[in-house]
């Protein structure tokens, strides 16, 4: 069982270019969480995904962030216009149901992004 | 709004040497905690989970403790090895309808010399 998947793992981007960052869940996986660490910082929440839903969009910027997980495909993190606070390193995590009990979440290896 | 400290920001240690890393939280009203492993370049490694009801978990050399009373956990590393070094990172879920957040604390960087 393949864990969750990102890519790219490296995107460099020039001020006002858009972003776009794919995450492929784990089998069986229909909850999605994206993650944001900027340098220094702890890991911060950003958006909570089910299929074809956004359930929690609270960490995320109101302006030129938006978030998918559509019914077929990954999920997808797009950022337009890119400017140079948003370099970073994005994650994504799965879950096979809403994260509670003893459930975790399971992170992809991260796609860092570097804004020229 | 709920904060997670973890101290040392970093800390370098003989190799054998039994070490503890240290994490608090500001509201206790906590879902669980867990401890992740970061390596460089890579994503996280969940290490142990320990439910709001529990008192601690254990996995081989690693033994994590809870005291949600008083906002607090510690992460205990027996006969450290190079082979752990890397950052670690503690984090809480929410209680109550967001027991789907997690929130992190900036991590340990671990460094285990030979």
């Known amino acids: 069982n393949a864990g969750v998947m990102q890519n790219p793992r490296h995107l460099v981007r020039r001020r006002g270019q858009e972003a776009r960052l794919r995450c492929s869940p784990m089998?069986?996986?229909?909850?999605v969480y994206w993650y944001r660490q900027l340098p220094e910082e702890g890991l911060k929440f950003m958006v909570y995904?089910?299929?074809?839903?956004?359930?929690?969009e609270s960490g995320m910027p109101k302006e030129r962030f938006s978030a998918e997980f559509p019914k077929e495909g990954p999920s997808i993190l797009r950022i337009q216009q890119v400017v140079r606070g948003d370099s970073a390193a994005y994650f994504c995590?799965?879950?096979?149901?809403?994260?509670?009990?003893?459930?975790?979440?399971?992170f992809g290896p991260g796609t860092r992004l570097t804004v020229l | 709004k709920q904060e997670v400290t973890q101290i040392p920001a970093a800390l370098s240690v003989p190799e054998g040497e039994n070490l503890v890393l240290n994490c608090s939280f500001t509201d206790s009203a906590i879902y669980n905690l867990q401890w992740f492993r970061q390596d460089p370049g890579k994503g996280l490694t969940s290490l142990l989970l320990?439910?709001?009801?529990?008192r601690e978990q254990t996995s081989g050399r690693l033994n994590a403790s809870l005291d949600k009373s008083s906002g607090r956990s510690t992460l205990y590393i027996a006969a450290s090895q190079p082979g752990d070094s890397a950052t670690y990172l503690c984090a809480v879920m929410g209680s109550g309808g967001s027991n789907y957040k997690l929130t992190f604390g900036k991590g340990t960087l671990l460094t285990v010399n030979p």
């Open positions: 320990i439910q709001s009801s529990q």
């Open positions: 995590a799965s879950s096979p149901q809403r994260t509670g009990v003893a459930d975790t979440q399971y």
């Open positions: 995904l089910q299929k074809e839903n956004i359930i929690d």
């Open positions: 089998k069986g996986h229909s909850h």
